[in-house]
């Protein structure tokens, strides 16, 4: 959605390589209550309070799109700002009704907090979508042809590694986040792309568009770089 703003706005950026992927495998956005609610759909969320980012966010417009799907107005859940550390006890305390979560605040809530899942908001935008990607400016792309295919090629072989070797990446995520490796093997993590579909890409696109993430609609190949004929 960045770079579809960015975009809209004359900012010339393309996508050269799929980084991760929501995918209904390995739910990565999750919506969740204190285990003493009675909420399970969205419809039960009516009049209810939920915790925002505080901003139009992606997780906020696939918690619209979650709604809606399940037949709740998402105008008719008020937002209320609240940090992602802070969700957990958030739920417990009643602050909030529900809370999305992603990782690791999700794996930590769980552990410490009395909360449950009652919702793949993900999978309200499609069973997969692209999360993230590797991207540049249209004109550094043009001019590094050889560096543009040695890039997009290394980050596959990388990717393709990493979605075998988690336990390794755990360890080498631990160094840099300086998070517990535990709790890195504890979390859910999504996998990365082999390849750059449109299909991965349009899905979020489409959402962002309807629900006020973006100024108008945007065709994903628009945003997929293609070398000069």
């Given at each position: ?16 390589a799929?980084g991760?992927l ?15 609610v ?8 009516v009049?209810?309070r ?13 918690l619209d799109a ?6 709740a ?13 802070e969700?957990g006890?958030?739920l ?30 993900d999978?309200a ?9 590797w991207?540049?400016?249209r ?6 042809p050889?560096e ?6 290394a ?12 336990n390794?990446?755990?360890a ?12 890195i093997?504890?979390?859910r ?6 390849q ?24 994903a ?6 070398p000069?004929?």
């Open positions: 959605m960045t770079l579809a703003i960015a975009n809209l706005r004359g900012v010339p950026f393309v996508i050269l799929a991760s929501a995918t209904s495998k390995i739910p990565a956005l999750v919506l969740c209550v204190a285990k003493n009675s909420a399970q759909a969205p419809k039960d969320l009049g209810k939920s915790r925002s980012t505080g901003s139009v966010s992606a997780s906020d417009l696939a979650w709604l809606a799907n399940g037949g107005d998402p105008k008719s859940v008020k937002f209320v700002e609240v940090r992602f550390s969700m006890a958030a417990d305390r009643g602050t909030v009704d529900a809370a999305e979560f992603t990782e690791p605040a999700l794996t930590v809530a769980l552990k410490q907090n009395s909360i449950q899942i009652i919702g793949d908001i999978a935008v499609a069973p997969q979508f692209l999360n993230s990607c991207f540049t400016t004109q550094w792309a043009d001019a590094h050889e543009v295919k040695r890039f997009v090629r980050i596959y072989e990388t990717q393709r590694w990493a979605n075998g070797h988690g390794d990446t755990a080498i995520l631990s160094k840099y986040s300086k998070m517990d490796v535990a709790l093997r504890a979390m993590r999504s996998p990365w792309a082999d750059l579909r449109t299909s991965d890409v349009q899905p979020f696109l489409d959402v962002a568009a309807k629900y006020g993430g973006l100024a108008r609609p945007v065709d190949a628009s945003l997929i770089y293609q000069p004929q």
